[in-house]
């Protein structure tokens, strides 16, 4: 089993900035990513941004240039700076860890952002 647990949600004007913290824990062994991804009602699941473990990383095309997804590995805990954020950046956003073995993937709680206009 492995434990996430996100931080650093909250609520911000348009063009402001936010960082994202999550925190694993438990079986943290063989992860092949951490990331983030995002969903509002009524909406599917959309990835953000994920890291593998040798630093490669993937953006959604709405966020290029605005989110930085960043890693600590001695601490495991995966950051995401967004930098000049819009009202459509607003939802609740999801910490993912997936296994590089079974491609398991464990999910943290959500935390909510709210970009106000």
């Known amino acids: 089993q492995v434990q996430l647990v996100e931080s650093g949600g909250d609520l911000v004007q348009a063009g402001g900035s936010l960082r994202l913290s999550c925190a694993a824990s438990?079986?943290?062994?063989?992860?092949?990513?951490m990331g983030w991804y995002r969903q509002i009602p009524g909406k599917q699941r959309e990835l953000v941004a994920t890291?593998?473990?040798?630093?490669?990383?993937i953006y959604a095309d709405s966020v290029k240039g605005r989110f930085t997804i960043s890693r600590d590995n001695a601490r495991n805990t995966v950051y995401l700076q967004m930098n000049s954020l819009k009202p459509d950046d607003t939802a609740v956003y999801y910490c993912?860890?997936?296994?590089?073995?079974?491609?398991?993937?464990?999910w943290g709680q959500g935390i909510q952002v709210t970009v106000s206009s």
């Open positions: 890291i593998t473990t040798g630093g490669s990383t």
């Open positions: 993912n860890v997936q296994k590089s073995i079974t491609s398991y993937s464990y």
């Open positions: 438990g079986n943290i062994f063989n992860v092949r990513s």
